[in-house]
């Protein structure tokens, strides 16, 4: 069974940068779209950001111009290399996989915070 793996979150100040990486341990090229999603405290879980096995991307209005997906095929991994961040991104970010068939892959989560 496929699984994904996140990491690099953690503790950064407002206006810092994080990347947090998705690691698959299937072919990452099996999966048609790969998107990171968050969930803040008490809120609903929103997409952030998602890429395409074509490298079509699309992102969520409130991360538009500060945050940028990427996916490295040799490495298996997806990344989202977050700038400029600001204390209401702070959340779980959860990445997920999706094949034409089949149900959706989720990670663990990895938790990030931004506070001074």
């Known amino acids: 069974q496929v699984r994904l793996v996140e990491s690099g979150g953690g503790l950064v100040q407002p206006g810092g940068s994080l990347r947090l990486s998705c690691a698959t341990s299937g072919n990452i090229l099996s999966f048609t779209t790969m998107t990171w999603y968050r969930q803040a405290p008490g809120e609903q879980r929103e997409l952030v950001a998602g890429?395409?096995?074509?490298?079509?991307?699309n992102y969520s209005d409130s991360v538009k111009g500060r945050f940028t997906i990427s996916r490295d095929n040799n490495k298996n991994t997806v990344y989202l290399q977050m700038n400029s961040l600001r204390p209401e991104d702070t959340a779980v970010y959860y990445c997920?996989?999706?094949?034409?068939?089949?149900?959706?892959?989720w990670g663990q989560g990895t938790r990030v915070t931004v506070s001074s």
């Open positions: 890429i395409t096995s074509g490298d079509i991307t």
């Open positions: 997920n996989a999706r094949r034409s068939i089949g149900s959706p892959i």
